[in-house]
């Protein structure tokens, strides 16, 4: 058995489409995500009993059940109610959800890691919760939720080949289509690990960047 390089040069383009194609549905998705994710950690900090216990359910729901599971729900529990939407618009949604729980829980989570009494001296000089959540607690909880986040982008990116399976034109459903042509399941499914481990290194390297520029100390000691 040989290594066929040239199925790779020759497919080349279906390939990079379909990295492309994932790359943007992560990229629309993560924000999406991680704003609602931003609510709802709000809402179960700072609202009542009832919307904590809600917000609180969302989140176990999506991270209790698989991502395949949620897929096949959105996917084909929604035209029973009249709604039909495209494979893609259902994807986003879907990813966007899943990062929105996951996001809910390390806001909350970064949140409640800084001491109350930062809060409290807030509001003795008559700041309000939204102006102390964007000028004290903001700037800290970006070092504690930039490692989280990345695990979060990381696991993402790995989670949205699952997408092939209602037929979203990303990376391993084009991998797929070539290997029914090609019959060359080895150098495709090759060519893809690397797309995607060069994605995930790429996500590590911003967010270590990043880390850096925010946390200078870390920086300092691990060059110390």
């Not at 609602?36 to 609202?47: E, F, H, P, S």
């Not at 969302?58 to 096949?72: A, G, H, K, S, T």
């Not at 729900?73 to 929604?78: D, I, P, S, V």
């Not at 004290?136 to 990345?150: E, F, M, N, R, S």
Request: charged share 10%; net charge positive; hydrophobic share 55%.
């Amino acid at each position: 058995m040989t290594f066929d390089f040239s199925v790779i040069l020759d497919n080349w383009q279906i390939l990079a489409k379909g990295f492309g194609n994932t790359v943007l549905m992560c990229a629309v998705s993560l924000p999406l995500g991680f704003a609602l994710g931003v609510v709802l950690a709000l809402v179960r900090l700072r609202g009542g009993r009832l919307s904590a216990a809600i917000v609180s359910a969302y989140v176990e729901i999506f991270r209790n059940i698989p991502f395949l599971i949620q897929i096949f729900l959105l996917f084909y529990a929604l035209p029973m109610f009249g709604i039909r939407l495209s494979p893609v618009v259902v994807s986003i949604g879907a990813l966007s959800a899943y990062a929105s729980a996951y996001s809910a829980e390390i806001i909350r989570g970064a949140i409640q890691s800084i001491s109350r009494g930062q809060v409290e001296a807030g509001y003795a000089l008559g700041l309000r919760y939204l102006t102390i959540f964007r000028k004290i607690l903001v700037p800290q909880v970006l070092g504690y939720i930039l490692p989280a986040a990345t695990n979060l982008t990381i696991t993402l990116i790995k989670e949205s080949a699952i997408l092939s399976a209602i037929t979203v034109p990303e990376l391993t459903y084009m991998a797929q289509n070539v290997i029914g042509r090609t019959f060359s399941p080895v150098e495709i499914f090759t060519a893809i690990a690397l797309l995607y481990w060069g994605l995930t290194a790429l996500v590590a390297a911003i967010s270590r960047s990043l880390e850096h520029r925010l946390q200078p100390h870390l920086a300092a000691r691990r060059g110390a």
